[in-house]
């Protein structure tokens, strides 16, 4: 195979933006799709949030609209995990697939985003996908008429906390400190609901019970008194950020905290003089989808310019 051009690891929305904005600059770029095409979105629920949308749209089709509008330009994807890479000032950069494969290309951008981060408790860690979630959307509607767990306090807990209203009895919202750090909207819905209730400065130390092989409750613990109590569940959401999908690039980017960094922070230029980085895996302050477009749209006009510099 010949040297690509550019190649966009990520689906989500930097990648696939990146991609539209590539391939109308007749790039013909080549998107790696990795283990959870279309990202994030494809997860969550209802995107109230993207422009252009009034009445909401849900993930999964926003991001095959993505898909659908970037292929129609000439971008190709190919259902393929970046497992390695050797990247060189200037390229052609090298990076090696989950099967086994190699690839070479002239450019290419980083969009590979980030992932839902976990609690850490190796009950929860037996429990999941018995209980313990990180997917409202995926997985509430297994739940119904039982009281639901959501662990978190930003706008990814509440949304999770009220699509779960849908189906639990109730909704317990536990969150370490004594007010919430999600938007003013989200806060106001999720408190006006009355299937939500919230238990405050408190962690969950254990998920029960693994004897069962199912989720029965939770056992929090206050982190003023120090006061332990058990609260009855059929599942537990776990909503406490993410990390970011960075790892393979670790001694070949420089990186903080594990977040991609770029020198200018107004472009979209690793410090690898062809690498090219957008969306989630860089960005730790915002992390919403339309940042992270705007991050790909970028990348890709960052990405042309240096191949035109390049002779083309």
Request: glycine share 12%.
């Amino acid at each position: 195979m010949g040297v690509e051009t550019l190649t966009i690891i990520g689906t989500g929305p930097a990648g696939l933006t990146a991609a539209l904005y590539a391939a109308r600059a007749n790039l013909s770029p080549l998107v790696l799709a990795g283990d959870l095409p279309g990202g994030q979105l494809t997860q969550t629920t209802d995107v109230e949030n993207y422009p252009g949308f009034p009445d909401g749209v849900l993930g999964f089709d926003l991001m095959e609209a993505f898909r659908k509008q970037a292929e129609r330009f000439g971008a190709r994807l190919r259902h393929a995990v970046v497992s390695g890479v050797s990247f060189t000032p200037g390229g052609p950069q090298v990076l090696r697939l989950g099967d086994g494969s190699t690839l070479e290309s002239r450019g290419v951008i980083i969009a590979t985003g980030a992932r839902p981060r976990w609690l850490g408790l190796e009950s929860e860690q037996a429990l999941r996908n018995k209980g313990v979630s990180s997917c409202a959307t995926c997985d509430g509607a297994f739940f119904r008429d039982v009281p639901i767990v959501v662990v978190g306090g930003g706008d990814t807990a509440l949304e999770e906390a009220l699509f779960l209203t849908r189906f639990g009895s109730k909704v317990i919202v536990v969150h370490r400190r004594d007010q919430l750090r999600a938007s003013g909207v989200m806060a106001q819905r999720a408190r006006e609901n009355p299937k939500i209730e919230f238990a405050w400065n408190s962690v969950v130390e254990e998920v029960l019970d693994v004897a069962q092989d199912r989720v029965t409750g939770v056992i929090l613990r206050h982190l003023l008194s120090r006061a332990r109590s058990r609260v009855e569940c059929g599942a537990v959401f776990v909503a406490v950020g993410h990390s970011p999908n960075t790892e393979v690039f670790a001694g070949h980017l420089a990186m903080e905290g594990g977040y991609i960094v770029l020198p200018d922070p107004g472009r979209s230029y690793t410090r690898v003089e062809g690498v090219l980085a957008a969306g989630d895996c860089v960005d730790h302050v915002y992390r919403q989808a339309i940042t992270a477009a705007g991050m790909g749209c970028r990348a890709a006009i960052d990405a042309e310019r240096w191949l035109m510099q390049r002779g083309g």
